[in-house]
Each structure stands twice: as C-alpha cells, then as structure tokens.
C-alpha cells in the first residue's frame, strides 16, 4: 500500500513568489496535517484538515493557507514568499481528527523549499 | 499545554554501545508522550508512544522508553545501537486537548560510529 506522498520533492522559489504543495494520504485516512520544519528544529504545526473542512491552525500568518479535497487529498499554499519559509514541509494523514492525539500521525517524505 | 524539551542536541555513540536520549515534558493535563525518528531525507516515524499503563514502552528497533512522572522525563533508550540507528530522534506531546496536533521537541541527532 502506498503511503503518504508529495510533490514536489524539492522545489526553488525567491521572494514575494507563491508556492503551492500537494499531499495525497494513505487510502482510507480522512485528517491530513501539515507542519514545517526548519533545519535543525522541530516539525511546527501549521494546519489539520478532517472530512475537508479546517479542524485546526497553528501560529502562521495568513499567508499561509490550504484545502482539502473530496478524494482527501490537500494542498498548501503559501503567498508573498519570505526567506524564512525556507524549510521541509511535511503533510502527514491520520484515520481520523483526533488520531494525532494519540500519535497515530503517517507523515510523508516531505517538500523541501528553498527560498532566495 | 504540553511542552517537550530534548536536552541534547547530538549523540555520538560507538556501534553496540548503549544509548539515552533524554526528554523533559512539562503538563498539567493527561500525558500523551511520543518519539519519532526521521531516516535522512525521509519522513517521520512513530518509534514508541505512552498513553497510560505501564511506564516501560518498547517500540520497534529495540528501543524503549521510561515514563517517569516524577522527573517529568521520558527518556529513550536503547541497549545497543547499530550504524542504521544514525537518525534525528524527536519527542512528542499533544498541544493542548482538542488541537490534535502534535508539539515537538527540538531534536536529537544521533550519530553510530563503527
């Protein structure tokens, strides 16, 4: 079975640029979870999304943003690009919204973005 | 809401030796506690989790894990570390009831040398 993927795997952005990233779940899971993590730290949580409605946000600004879709796949956009958004984003899925609690979180490989 | 701190941010540590990987929470509500390990250029993995019962946890790999509410600590352990164990270790709590979301410390690198 297919675990969580994303793409791109790696991409380049400068600044004031917008960047969209896409995460399909594991089949059957219905809560996809985005968090970044910047070199040398922590994942930080941005966003939960169940049954394609926003259960959840982390400290971000409104720049950042996302969705989920019918097939539970989900997308992160992030507008007018800072330097600091530099870092692997990471989409993890969950069968349900309170999965995460309890740890059952499958994350993905990760986007690594770059920004200049 | 929980906090997590990881005291140390690089382990070097010979093949087959023994290793400890600390992790002080701090919590006023149940305590959900979690290690995960990230491969280089992977994603996360849960290694072992303590929800309540017994405050010895084993995970995969051969690793444990002692929850000790008295030292507010969860501690990872392992007997005997092999070259594959080379990973970023972070320990988990959730972020407050109703956020399912997961707080996570700053990491721990831990370098196997042969």
């Known amino acids: 079975d297919a675990g969580v993927t994303q793409s791109p795997t790696h991409l380049i952005k400068t600044r004031g640029q917008q960047v969209t990233l896409r995460c399909s779940p594991i089949s059957g899971h219905k809560s996809v979870s985005w968090y970044q993590q910047v070199l040398g730290q922590g994942p930080q949580f941005i966003f939960q999304?169940?049954?394609?409605?926003?259960?959840g946000r982390g400290n971000f600004p409104d720049r950042f943003s996302a969705r989920q879709f019918p097939n539970y796949s989900s997308e992160l956009n992030v507008n007018a690009l800072l330097l600091g958004d530099s870092a692997l984003y990471l989409c993890a899925s969950s069968l349900s919204q309170g999965a995460p609690n309890t740890g059952e979180l499958f994350f993905g490989e990760g986007s690594r973005l770059t920004v200049l | 809401a929980q906090s997590v701190t990881q005291l140390d941010s690089q382990v070097p540590v010979f093949e087959e030796a023994p290793v400890e990987l600390r992790c002080n929470y701090s919590?006023?509500?149940?305590?959900?506690l979690f290690w995960y390990v990230q491969y280089p250029n992977q994603g996360l993995q849960l290694l072992l989790k303590?929800?309540?019962?017994?405050?010895l946890v084993k995970g995969i790999n051969g690793f444990e894990a002692e929850f000790n509410k008295s030292q507010t600590s969860f501690h990872l352990r392992k007997p005997s570390v092999h070259i594959s164990d080379t990973a970023e270790y972070f320990c988990?709590?959730?972020?407050?009831?109703?956020?399912?979301?997961?707080?996570f410390g700053s990491g721990t690198r831990l370098q196997v040398q042969p």
């Open positions: 999304y169940y049954e394609k409605e926003e259960r």
């Open positions: 988990a709590a959730p972020r407050n009831t109703g956020r399912r979301a997961l707080t």
């Open positions: 919590s006023s509500v149940s305590v959900y």
């Open positions: 303590y929800l309540s019962g017994s405050t």
